[in-house]
């Protein structure tokens, strides 16, 4: 079953000893507040070094670099899209984000993947419906990609963490 492949946790993201984590960056890659604050932190300068290098990031898509000094040992880079009422794409461009980053995953071997709840704080997509977006797409983005062994939704409120196991029980 394909939720026996699903972790949620509370906590920190940038703690987390896995292939990859996923950070929810904006279209420069050069950093930010929130999680991509917490991340480049982290990290440490080689992070920002790297990203200087990739000539940003579409919303939508995903890029990777190297974990730096992360337990990690690589952040695939992605953008969600910024919440303006939901009529303008919102919802495919966050599944976007979520298929796309476990598509670069498993093309550079990453078996355990971690995500933040993308676009969830500042670009203010609702978080209800964001994690339903977040579980469902994983879901059937995992059915493509034996290799994916675990994947950890990180949440950082305990709301997020409910709502999480909500959509996966549903699935
Ligand atoms: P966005 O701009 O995509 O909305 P934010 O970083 O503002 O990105 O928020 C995305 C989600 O990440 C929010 O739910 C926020 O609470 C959460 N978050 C912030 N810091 C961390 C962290 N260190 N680890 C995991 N999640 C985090």
């Known amino acids: 079953m394909i939720e026996d492949r699903f972790t949620v946790v509370q906590g920190d993201i940038t703690t987390l000893d896995v292939d990859a984590i996923v950070n929810a960056a904006n279209e420069s890659l050069m950093g930010g507040g929130g999680v991509d604050g917490a991340i480049h932190r982290a990290a440490g300068p080689g992070l920002l070094a790297e990203c200087r290098t990739l000539g940003g990031c579409p919303t939508g ?7 730096y000094d ?30 796309n980053s476990l598509l670069l995953a498993a093309e550079h071997r990453c078996s355990t993947v971690a ?7 500042v670009y203010g997509y609702p978080a209800e419906a964001a994690a339903k977006i977040a579980v469902e797409t994983v879901a059937r983005t995992l059915g493509e990609l034996p290799k994916i ?23």
């Open 149 to 171: 062994e675990r994947v950890t939704f990180c949440c950082f409120s305990e709301r997020s963490v409910e709502l999480h196991r909500v959509a996966i029980a549903a699935l």
């Open 70 to 99: 992360l337990p990690a040992r690589h952040v695939i880079h992605t953008v969600g899209p910024v919440w303006r009422g939901g009529g303008v794409g919102e919802p495919a461009l966050l599944a976007s984000c979520y298929r």
């Open 61 to 67: 898509q995903a890029k990777i670099t190297a974990g």
């Open 115 to 121: 995500f933040p709840a993308i676009s969830t704080g």
